[in-house]
């Protein structure tokens, strides 16, 4: 997998400017996602871009965690209230939508499998 098109897709997602953290993010998705894939090298680059836009999402998902863990819910003001936007859940789900289009990735659950008997 490419981390600089990981980078260059997550840099598009989210559209920050925080290089360091992005770089950070980039390569810890790509890190988790080929922990998690099980397929031959063909198979993987026969679906490359599946899963760098994976990575991307996996990696924006969790700078929505980031940013939601340092924001304020809301903030009160005299008569104003200002709420902030959660974008967890949508990275979440944006990030499950590409993470199905790759096949041999695993999300760490339960699987279920077939089980040859032994003939001997």
Known sequence: MDGDAVLARLVLLTEDDRTALLETLAGDAVRVLESRLHCTEAEKAAQAQALEAAAAAYAAY???????????????????RA?????????????????????????????FGGVRAWEG
């Open 83 to 111: 709420e902030y936007k959660n974008n967890c859940a949508r990275a979440l789900e944006y990030y499950r939508a590409c993470a199905a289009a790759v096949c041999g990735l695993s999300d760490g659950g339960f699987y």
């Open 62 to 80: 969790q700078l929505a965690l980031v940013d939601a863990a340092c924001a304020p819910d809301s903030l009160t003001a005299g008569d104003v």
